[in-house]
């Protein structure tokens, strides 16, 4: 697409010590905007760099000017974070000795607030021919619509002053400068259509949460605390790694208290604040068993929260299933004797396989698939020990396709949703070891079910989210697809969700495993981050802060879809002892590099020398964790599966 860049100038730049000068040809074209019927959120400045030599100059820069050339007018540009970025380009323009460089820089159609201020970092997450990218703005910062104009476009400092973002243009394949920027433009209509700037002031507000996880768990969390200008405090027990100064910056402040799971620590967090002077906007949690003293912290200071007998049914996963209709033989019982004599009142022998799992907490760890009843007993015995008083359901296995359904609900309304697959766990295979259990081992986003059953997930799930009492916030309900049109099956190697040989002859039925009010896990966060932009971490501060405003325009993914079928690949511990000395994952980059060129984010979970836990106690850990993603350059679904189980594979774990 051929552009008329009308507008050029040469740019100077004064060193910092006053004794040399940069010279680059600047040329820029303002794109034009939608047509009202097709509502436009940003507009963009296309700009090409070229280095040039420098010359006797007949007035040099000042030490650290940046001025505009053009015949003999200067007009100096005024120091601003778009400026620096220009700069730097420059320069780096001028150590490689390019021959040229493409910029595109975003700017506001009207004025407003912005929602967060890394927003352009977020949506471009994964963009194809983005070399580096920079945001301009602070958090909760306003920006003024620049008056531009594609005939004269003279006030280049004002473009300057205006922009919220910048692009440097990747051009590895040596293509067109103005065909890259055209094809940015076309991808970022799809990524930056939504309101992205708000007309009102947004206050600052403060947010608690109730204890962490692991820095790489937390970050995307203290991120959006960060970027979208919320204070955030976290409670936790003494000794944190949090209360270590060097990682003071990530959070407002870290206030440690007894964080027991009792009556009392309602009481306990309401005293801290107050002791420290902190008043909060909203309260929320990572971990499951914080939620009830969340919500009754919200009651006492009257902040937002879902009702406290909602949050009682989705953490009680026999209430849960009830509840919703599961309809299976279900036991729910407090040890083995309790068992025994279920078992021995019972009118109907139990049909095996069974599955026993807490009742309340502890997500994949200790739940156990059983064939017979010594089998039965063992389990029961295993998970009662995991504390006192815990409660067990002991219910049928259910075949077929396990999913996720992730929700982002505001007033009840569906603003985003989600299907992700649930690949098989060591537990599903029909002749499982006794070892074998529920640990996830792979994900991918978005689902391939049909759209008949993603959408009955959609309906039903919804539905019964109400029916107990929940409207806003983030819900990520695990459940079975029973009747399922699909099934796992393994084509040349490669075990994918595909269409049955036979349609089944009863309909899909939904089997609910468990509703969670929080994010999904860590690597699934990330994965939907890169597949459709939308940040859950982000969704659910601000659904803990009522902050509806944001988090509506927040909960909206790419115009176009995902943008990529994304795979997280989980690598379990295989067994307890201590790990080598040597990274695993940086071991495997150096060794297999081709495995790693559809890989968009590692996690290492287990460190070289720590001790893990063995899989047959019931406590699950991982090694490593991989996101991968489908591209432009013929890597489809399959492809990337096959990647996938080759990183498995060639994992060296090494355990003594």
């Not at 971990?287 to 912290?297: E, P, Q, T």
């Not at 902040?303 to 406290?308: G, K």
């Not at 802060?545 to 909206?556: I, M, N, P, S």
Request: hydrophobic residues 40%; proline residues 5%; charged residues 20%.
């Amino acid at each position: 697409m051929a552009m008329n860049y009308v507008n050029s100038a040469i740019l100077q730049i004064g060193s910092p010590d006053g004794f040399g000068v940069i010279q680059a040809f600047v040329q820029w074209h303002l794109n034009s905007q939608s047509t009202p019927s097709n509502k436009s959120y940003f507009q963009t400045v296309d700009i090409i760099l070229r280095g040039i030599p420098v010359t006797a100059l007949e007035l040099s820069p000042k030490a650290g000017q940046v001025r505009l050339k053009r015949g003999n007018r200067y007009d100096e540009i005024p120091n601003t974070k778009c400026s620096a970025f220009l700069i730097s380009v420059v320069h780096d323009l001028v150590k490689r000795s390019s021959k040229e460089t493409a910029l595109k820089l975003v700017l506001p159609v009207e004025d407003g607030y912005i929602v967060r201020s890394d927003f352009l970092e977020q949506r471009l997450y994964g963009c194809p021919n983005v070399l580096r990218k920079e945001q301009f703005v602070a958090p909760r910062g306003h920006l003024s619509k620049p008056r531009l104009s594609s005939s004269n476009l003279q006030d280049f400092s004002n473009v300057l002053a205006s922009a919220a973002g910048g692009i440097m243009v990747d051009n590895a394949s040596e293509r067109s400068q103005i065909s890259l920027l055209s094809e940015l433009e076309g991808e970022l209509h799809g990524r930056l259509s939504l309101p992205w700037l708000i007309p009102q002031p947004i206050p600052e507000r403060t947010i608690a949460i109730l204890g962490h996880r692991s820095y790489f768990m937390m970050q995307r969390w203290f991120t959006a605390g960060t970027t979208m200008g919320i204070k955030v405090l976290v409670f936790g027990q003494y000794g944190s790694w949090l209360e270590n100064p060097e990682r003071s910056y990530l959070v407002e402040q870290f206030i440690p208290i007894d964080m027991s799971i009792d009556q009392g620590l309602p009481t306990r967090i309401v005293d801290a604040l107050q002791a420290c002077g902190r008043t909060i906007d909203g309260i929320t949690t990572t971990i499951d068993v914080y939620f009830d003293a969340a919500a009754r912290v919200s009651e006492i200071l009257n902040i937002p929260t879902s009702p406290i007998e909602s949050i009682a049914i989705s953490q009680d996963k026999y209430l849960t299933q009830t509840l919703f209709g599961n309809n299976t033989q279900s036991l729910l019982v407090s040890d083995l004797n309790d068992l025994r004599q279920q078992i021995e009142a019972g009118t109907e022998s139990l049909t095996y396989p069974l599955i026993v799992k807490p009742s309340k907490g502890w997500s994949s760890e200790g739940v156990f698939k059983v064939t017979c009843r010594e089998e039965l007993f063992a389990a029961v015995r295993k998970v009662s020990s995991f504390a006192a008083g815990i409660k067990i359901i002991v219910e049928s296995y259910v075949d077929g396709p396990e999913i996720d359904a992730n929700f982002l609900m505001w007033e009840g309304e569906i603003l985003f949703f989600e299907v992700v697959d649930g690949f098989p766990c060591s537990a599903d295979v029909e002749k499982s070891a006794e070892s074998a259990n529920f640990q996830e081992l792979e994900m991918v986003y978005p689902s391939n079910l049909i759209e008949s059953e993603r959408e009955l997930l959609r309906t039903e799930v919804h539905q019964f989210l109400l029916s107990i009492g929940f409207k806003t916030g983030i819900f990520h309900v695990e459940a079975r697809l029973r009747n399922s049109a699909m099934a796992y099956n393994k084509v040349d190697g490669v075990t994918d969700l595909r269409l049955k040989a036979q349609k089944p002859v009863e309909k899909p039925k939904i089997f609910i495993l468990e509703v969670n009010i929080r994010c999904p896990g860590w690597m699934v966060i990330w994965a939907t981050a890169y597949a459709y932009g939308v940040d859950y971490a982000a969704f659910q501060m601000l659904a803990a802060l009522g902050d509806g405003d944001r988090a509506k325009v927040l909960a909206q993914p790419f115009s176009f879809g995902p943008q990529a079928t994304v795979e997280s690949v989980f690598v379990p511990t295989p067994r307890g002892g201590r790990l080598g000395p040597e990274a695993t994952c940086e071991e495997l980059a150096i060794r297999r590099p081709d495995l790693m060129r559809d890989v968009i984010r590692i996690q290492t979970m287990a460190q070289p020398g720590e001790t893990v836990p063995d899989p047959s106690s019931g406590i699950l850990s991982f090694v490593a964790a991989f996101n991968l993603a489908t591209n432009s350059k013929g890597v489809g679904r399959t492809e990337m599966l096959r990647v996938g189980q080759a990183i498995r594979e060639e994992l060296q774990i090494d355990i003594s």
